[in-house]
């Protein structure tokens, strides 16, 4: 069964970069029939999707619109993980941030991260 | 980008009543739609995928139904462990996204 361990920071201040991982076992982040996944909720709102990283033959990248620009997802199959990166962080990116699996148009998010609340703050 | 939208956004039952969670696509999805639990501090979870695959181990009192751009996520007989809030997700092709979510309570 794949679990998911986050792990990164809870504070981060206005302007910075967060930077989150999510360590894979029970799965490989090669693995050509999922696809790796960042999701937020805000403390008070819904999920928001933020971006995902997948391999079929090459790495790919989607990222979500509100965020183009400022993510970056990397996968680092030495230590079977993906990280998330957010540049320029403001107060509105406190969240929850969570990593999770998909199987595209075959399974949805069927594992989750435990989560992590990372806060904007100076 | 397709949006998903849900209503109510809360809604408070007794035990034992039915409950009924709409979904809406602002275009069609086919059967692309998948539906999570979460219980307050806790990571969600997935109930539903393909409009109404129930995920293994989830209570038969859980149901979905729908195709194209209207779905529903139906509780048959409300239980006291079903207090969380119900987010829809579309997931027919990227950017995935979820519905705002539905807080259900006990009355």
């Known amino acids: 069964q794949v679990q998911l361990q986050q792990s990164g920071p809870g504070l981060v201040k206005p302007s910075q970069t967060l930077s989150l991982t999510c360590a894979i076992s029970?799965?490989?982040?090669?693995?050509?029939?999922?696809?790796w996944n960042w999701i937020r909720q805000s403390p008070s709102g819904g999920l928001e999707w933020l971006g995902r990283?997948?391999?079929?033959?090459?790495?790919?990248?989607d990222y979500a619109v509100s965020v183009i620009g400022r993510i970056t997802i990397n996968p680092d199959t030495s230590k079977n993980q993906f990280s998330l990166q957010l540049n320029s962080v403001t107060p509105e990116d406190t969240a929850f941030y969570f990593c999770?699996?998909?199987?595209?148009?075959?399974?949805?998010?069927?594992?989750w991260g435990q989560g992590t609340l990372v806060t904007v703050s100076s | 980008d397709i949006q998903m939208t849900q209503s109510p956004s809360s809604l408070s039952a007794s035990v034992g009543d039915r409950v009924t969670i709409t979904c809406r696509a602002s275009?069609?999805?086919?059967?692309?739609l998948a539906w999570f639990q979460q219980k307050p501090g806790k990571v969600p979870k997935l109930l539903i995928y393909?409009?109404?695959t129930l995920q293994s181990g989830v209570p038969s009192r859980f149901s979905g139904s729908g195709s194209g751009t209207d779905f529903t996520l139906t509780i048959s007989s409300l239980q006291p462990e079903d207090v969380a809030t119900y987010s829809c997700?579309?997931?027919?092709?990227?950017?995935?996204?979820f519905g705002q979510g539905t807080k259900v309570e006990i009355k």
């Open positions: 990283t997948f391999y079929r033959s090459k790495w790919y990248y």
């Open positions: 999770a699996r998909d199987r595209g148009s075959f399974l949805p998010f069927d594992s």
């Open positions: 275009q069609g999805i086919s059967n692309k």
């Open positions: 997700q579309k997931y027919d092709s990227a950017p995935w996204t």
């Open positions: 029970g799965d490989s982040v090669s693995s050509t029939s999922v696809a």
């Open positions: 393909a409009a109404s």
